[in-house]
């Protein structure tokens, strides 16, 4: 209850008394000192006013300048190559000072792939291998700073953590690296795309397996499912589906780690359970496996014990949780009811049996790929239920 509302109803029944006391002398305080407490109170509001309106702004410079750098940079790339390639959640590419070499690591399939638009010689060779040593012998905070679109946003997000008082997490994360490739190439092959000559060395299942990737962060997930109340199962599952356990995982909505965090979206929501205060963070930060599957397990328990509490079947809820990982809360209301609001959901869900909440899911979520999400991660999550 507000203080205005608080002290306005004291007031009422002290009035009803009849006494022919003064209500500041009752409760022994000032008219003058609770004026000047309303006037802390108003100011107090304004500030909290002011920041999400700052907040706000960030972020759609934020987004605004990662379309920008992006679109750039993809210009870049087409100067040199008639196919543009960069990283997604499941896939990290990353090109030469000179963007003549690229190389391409499937965390899905576990391949790696490395091209050139330079004509074979052993001179082109050496300058692959070297890239391939120094990208072995880099730390995971350097391979991170690599791509040129974050290196542009993790000066903006520095630079707006100064303006909001906040500090950026230091990166410590997991002892998390690329797995260690082949420094001798084998032979080239000779391919077109788009009609453009391509030098291609294909190096076959050559990463760590994905069970061993898992086991790199199984700890963390533990300690985060500990934290906040979500099944450990879960959060392997979503981050399987979402990244493959690729640590470098991106996309340009723009999402990053292996829980593939949306600033705007998931990382406002959960920054503020998490520090008590919505912060816009790096994309350093979110590439840090620990902060990362913090930020996704804390979002997890805003989608659990938040938006979808009232839904009082846990199968029911969980299939809600799920897409709405993917979707948004908005769109799961909307496929279950026709509206973006959560209390007729509720209030429909609860006369559902959950088989039929998740048909009903699959029918009508607006996107296929939410719907092959949900049923991705249901089938990861039964795996490691078994395990």
Not at 71 to 84: D, E, F, L, M, P
Request: hydrophobic share 35%; glycine share 4%.
């Amino acid at each position: 209850m507000g203080s205005k509302k608080w002290l306005s109803m004291i007031r009422r029944e002290f009035l009803k008394t009849g006494l022919g006391l003064s209500f500041s002398s009752i409760l022994g305080v000032s008219q003058a000192q609770t004026d000047e407490f309303d006037r802390y109170r108003q100011s107090q509001n304004q500030a909290f006013s002011d920041y999400k309106s700052d907040l706000e702004a960030a972020f759609k410079a934020y987004k605004q300048l990662n379309d920008r750098a992006f679109n750039q940079y993809k210009a870049s790339i087409s100067q040199r190559w008639s196919q543009v390639e960069v990283s997604s959640p499941k896939r990290w590419v990353t090109y030469d000072a000179n963007l003549s070499h690229k190389l391409v690591i499937d965390y899905e399939t576990g391949g790696v792939r490395i091209e050139s638009v330079l004509p074979p010689s052993a001179e082109h060779r050496a300058e692959i291998e070297a890239m391939i040593k120094q990208i072995n012998r880099s730390r995971f905070s350097d391979l991170v700073e690599r791509d040129p679109v974050d290196q542009v946003l993790n000066q903006f997000t520095s630079q707006q953590a100064a303006k909001f008082r906040q500090q950026d997490s230091p990166f410590n994360a997991i002892q998390t690296k690329v797995s260690r490739l082949p420094e001798t190439l084998p032979k080239p092959q000779l391919v077109r795309q788009n009609q453009q000559p391509i030098v291609r060395y294909v190096i076959p299942l050559s990463i760590e397996s994905l069970t061993k990737r898992e086991q790199a962060y199984w700890q963390e997930v533990n300690n985060q499912a500990n934290r906040w109340k979500i099944s450990p199962a879960l959060i392997m599952a979503i981050t399987r589906t979402e990244s493959a356990f690729n640590p470098l995982a991106k996309s340009y909505v723009p999402a990053y780690g292996l829980m593939q965090i949306v600033p705007r979206s998931a990382g406002m929501d959960a920054t503020q359970l998490i520090y008590g205060e919505s912060r816009l963070v790096s994309p350093n930060y979110l590439y840090n496996p620990s902060n990362n599957l913090q930020m996704g397990s804390a979002y997890l328990h805003i989608l659990e014990y938040r938006y979808f509490k009232e839904v009082r079947d846990p199968t029911a809820r969980l299939y809600c949780v799920i897409a709405a990982y993917n979707t948004g809360p908005g769109n799961v209301a909307r496929a279950i009811t026709g509206s973006t609001k959560l209390s007729p959901l509720y209030a429909r869900v609860n006369t559902m049996t959950p088989s039929q909440v998740h048909d009903q899911l699959m029918a009508n979520l607006p996107y296929d790929e939410t719907k092959n999400y949900l049923r991705k991660v249901l089938a990861a999550q039964a795996d490691y239920q078994k395990a």
